[in-house]
């Protein structure tokens, strides 16, 4: 089965993955790394129509955020110039 993920976004998932999203044990489970797991739970509750507060407690390397967040919009405007297949437009 060909990959049908666009390429933008295979790269971005790639990218957190090599940063430190998912950690794998010995047996190779994959799992998400503690400190990404409540990020990514209270994503869940704001997707449900919960409100969250996120504080940041240490910065992190400029370099490394920079580098994430350009991907991250390389995939929204990708997606933005093909919007096969994306979701529903946004709104109240």
Same mark, same amino acid.
């Given at each position: 089965?060909?990959?049908?993920?666009? &390429? @933008?976004? !295979? #790269?971005?998932? &790639?990218?957190?993955? #090599?940063?430190?999203? $998912?950690? $794998?044990? !010995?047996?190779? +489970?994959? @799992?998400?790394?503690?400190?990404?797991? *409540? $990020?990514?739970?209270?994503?869940?509750?704001?997707? *449900?129509?919960? @409100? $969250?507060?996120?504080?940041?407690?240490?910065?992190? !390397?400029?370099?490394?955020?920079?580098?994430?967040? #350009? +991907?991250? !919009?390389?995939?929204?405007?990708?997606?933005?110039?093909?919007? *096969?297949?994306?979701?529903?437009?946004?709104?109240?």
């Amino acid at each position: 089965m060909a990959n049908m993920m666009p &390429k @933008e976004l !295979n #790269e971005y998932l &790639k990218a957190t993955m #090599e940063h430190g999203l $998912v950690a $794998v044990d !010995n047996k190779g +489970k994959h @799992e998400l790394t503690p400190r990404v797991r *409540a $990020v990514i739970d209270a994503l869940h509750e704001v997707l *449900a129509g919960g @409100e $969250v507060t996120i504080s940041l407690k240490t910065p992190g !390397n400029t370099h490394r955020k920079q580098l994430l967040t #350009e +991907k991250m !919009n390389t995939v929204l405007a990708a997606a933005s110039e093909n919007p *096969a297949g994306s979701p529903e437009p946004y709104g109240p």
